[in-house]
Nanobody, 115 residues
Framework: QVQLVESGGGLVQPGGSLRLSCAAS????????MGWYRQAPGKQRDLVAT???????NYADSVKGRFTISRDNGKNTVYLQMNSLKPEDTAVYYC?????????WGQGTQVNVSS
């Protein structure tokens, strides 16, 4: 079992930045891919970005050029740097980790982008 704890959400103005963090514990050696999803009220949970153990990344088209996913394997932590934030980025952001046994999920952290 992999445990994930997210932090860094909050309120930011349009055009601003936030950095989300997700610390993994438990069976961390089984993790191949980590990533971020987000879900706005009344909307489906959508993929934001993923990163493999060796640093290969993938992004949703809506965040390309604005968000950057990274990881520190020594700290078992994945980050999401969010720049040029838009109101439509408002959502609960969930960290996920994928291994041979399936997916683990964090509790979610709220991001509000508003004037």
């Amino acid at each position: 079992q992999v445990q994930l704890v997210e932090s860094g959400g909050g309120l930011v103005q349009p055009g601003g930045s936030l950095r989300l963090s997700c610390a993994a514990s438990g069976t961390v050696l089984s993790i191949y891919v980590m990533g971020w999803y987000r879900q706005a009220p009344g909307k489906q949970r959508d993929l934001v970005a993923t990163i493999t153990y060796n640093g290969m990344t993938n992004y949703a088209d809506s965040v390309k050029g604005r968000f950057t996913i990274s990881r520190d394997n020594g700290k078992n932590t994945v980050y999401l740097q969010m720049n040029s934030l838009k109101p439509e980025d408002t959502a609960v952001y969930y960290c996920t980790a994928t291994g041979v046994t399936g997916n683990s999920w964090g509790q979610g952290t709220q991001v509000n982008v508003s004037s």
